[in-house]
């Protein structure tokens, strides 16, 4: 699990939360076994009442728009929804240019560089090979 604050946000900041994930898993059309796996870690960290979580998870079907999502996020909550998002992004193995493209106009709505989504990505890709060595280690 990733240490952060989320659980300690208001429920509202943390329904958006879980609403810009929803709309990450759907922007390029698929829900992969990795996706889901990431977005049920993440909705579990949020600390959401079972309505809510009944409400993000039919947001997988019917994501909102970027706008709608963006729109309850507060600084914290905002900027671990970002990280997360690119993540979630990652989670298949490949960011495409559409996630990309909504990964910075996330950076932009929380007033930060593009270089911040960047250096996300390289972050994340560095997690992996960290992990990568785990399964290697158990392999030997």
Do not use: C
Not at 65 to 88: I, K, P, T, Y
């Amino acid at each position: 699990m990733l240490p952060d604050t989320l659980h300690k946000l208001p429920q509202a900041e943390r329904f958006a939360y879980a609403k810009l994930l929803a709309f990450i898993t759907r922007i390029d059309n698929e829900l992969t076994i990795d996706e889901m796996a990431m977005f049920e870690q993440r909705l579990g960290t949020a600390l959401l009442s079972p309505g809510q979580r009944k409400e993000i998870r039919s947001a997988l079907k019917n994501p909102p728009s970027l706008e709608e999502a963006l729109g309850g996020l507060g600084h914290e909550s905002g900027r671990l929804a970002l990280r997360d998002a690119v993540l979630m992004s990652a989670a298949d193995g490949h960011v495409d240019e559409d996630e990309k493209a909504a990964l910075l106009k996330i950076a932009s709505h929380l007033g930060m560089d593009a270089k911040v989504v960047e250096e996300l990505l390289q972050w994340v890709v560095r997690g992996y090979s960290w992990m990568q060595e785990g399964y290697d280690i158990l392999n030997n």
